[in-house]
């Protein structure tokens, strides 16, 4: 069908279903890989933190394989079909490896085969779209409504097939933990749905056009920019802090969710994962109001609170146990509140560098400005965070072999309020933006 004929509300509902299950997909395991792999395999936390930058170097070479591939060869759609089902076989397979080397390995092989399909699918919504700045953030929504939806139901599978009647709070964790196979079973499936429906979705072929390379030039301007020099200086610390949240919450959410039942684990489930989700709602809540925060507030002020949400929320998550404890009240309310400053550090920090670096960039670099940014937060600032994370764990570790979480998040903390000083301090007050009729 040529892309005019497919009437506008049928093309958005196909984009949203799109969106929902590519983040489904990923949602339904990346909470619960350190749990699943420290608790059930054993794997040490500088192993873990292997896993998670070979998650990463995805991210990096992803550019070069979509734009080498899909913009010059084959269709996208076809492309995301391929991927997407081929991804499946791979992360099939995760549910049954056991070795250090064999997991590494296919991580990072799907980590190759998945992470092109992020960008894909953007690209694809945009070409189809016919009012992008309307109608877009409506359909990568649904993105974040899949991540939501497999959360908690992968909690609630855990919750009633994986969670004993009676035995120790270590005992009901470790049997949560082998349930967690299930989670790469489940993103399968759903990458076999994901694949066949791409072939349903709208012809878009290859530009096979040859295209200057602009990064030189992007790279230029963020160096000529005081504001975007002090930002791209702060990507590396700000996504190793993001990584200490991404890499250790589930298990942390975990094991006080397996130490009694409450009413919170009848709505999430158990395991972390779906409590998790509760920083997703908040998220999407932060970028509702973020056009009108956008236009009252500095970008240097909404920057600043979303640093400082990262230090407050490792702040919750190192001392609110210990505070609760001593109050003689469960500390799970307490962390909700930790997990759902996510919603600020993400809409505050993230998605406004996204903002600025879109202002102060010139309309010739600004997609490469844009790649840039993201290259550089989430590849290699994960690959670096992840090795930091996994390090600080196996520091962190006591003679029981448990974790210190006050020291664990402790770091992040610090490092968060020492990335706010940088930025009070170096960042303009105004920036000046780019002077290209944009």
């Known amino acids: 069908m040529a892309e005019g004929s497919v009437p506008a509300p049928a093309l958005k509902t196909r984009l949203s279903v799109m969106m929902f299950l590519q983040y489904a997909i990923w ?76 997991f590494l390995g296919f991580s990072l092989a799907y980590s190759l085969v998945y992470s092109p399909t992020l960008s894909l699918t953007n690209s694809l919504a945009f070409h189809h779209l016919p009012d992008r700045d309307r109608d877009f953030g409506k359909v990568r929504l649904w993105g974040t409504i899949g991540w939501i939806c497999v959360g908690i139901g992968i909690g609630q599978y855990l919750l009633h097939a994986h969670t004993p009647a009676t035995g120790t709070p270590e005992e009901i964790t470790k049997a949560q933990q082998a ?26 072929p290859p530009s096979k056009e040859k295209r200057n390379n602009a990064t030189a030039e992007a790279i230029g301007e963020v160096l000529r920019s005081r504001a975007l020099a002090v930002l791209f200086l702060l990507l590396v610390p ?89 109050a003689g009240v469960s500390p799970i309310p307490l962390l909700m509140v930790g997990v759902a400053m996510h919603g600020l550090c993400f809409g505050c ?43 600080w764990a196996e520091s962190s570790k006591l003679a029981t072999g448990k974790l210190d979480y006050v020291k664990l998040f402790a770091m992040p903390m610090w490092a968060s309020l020492g990335c706010l000083m940088a930025l009070l301090l170096f960042y303009p007050n105004r920036a000046r933006k780019a002077e290209d009729g944009q």
């Open 27 to 102: 949602g339904a395991w990346l909470p619960l890989l350190w749990p699943f792999l420290n608790g059930h395999l054993g794997f040490t936390p500088g192993q873990i933190g292997d896993m998670f930058a070979v998650g990463a170097a995805g991210a990096i070479f992803a550019p070069f394989i979509a734009g080498q591939i899909a913009d010059r060869f084959f269709s996208t759609e076809k492309f995301l079909a391929v991927s997407h089902i081929a991804g499946a076989a791979l992360v099939w397979q995760l549910s049954h490896l056991t070795t250090y080397n064999q």
């Open 179 to 204: 349930g967690m196979t299930a989670a790469f079973k489940l993103s399968a499936v759903l990458g076999v749905v994901m694949g066949l429906f791409c072939f349903t979705l709208p012809h878009t």
């Open 238 to 326: 700000v996504s190793c802090i993001h990584q200490f949240y991404f890499v250790h919450t589930s298990e942390f959410l975990g094991t006080f969710q397996s130490q009694a039942a409450t009413d919170i684990n009848k709505i999430f489930g158990v395991g972390g994962g779906g409590l998790m989700t509760i920083g997703q709602m908040a998220e999407i809540t932060v970028l509702a109001i973020m056009p009108f925060a956008l236009k009252r507030f500095s970008r240097k002020a909404l920057l600043g609170v979303g640093l400082l949400a990262y230090g407050l929320r490792m702040a919750v998550f190192a001392f609110g146990p210990g505070l609760a404890a001593n």
């Open 349 to 391: 920090f993230i998605f406004v560098s996204f903002v600025v670096v879109d202002e102060l960039t010139t309309k010739d670099v600004r997609a490469s400005a844009q790649s840039l940014f993201a290259l550089v937060i989430f590849g290699i600032g994960i690959i670096v965070g992840s090795k930091v994370a996994g390090m």
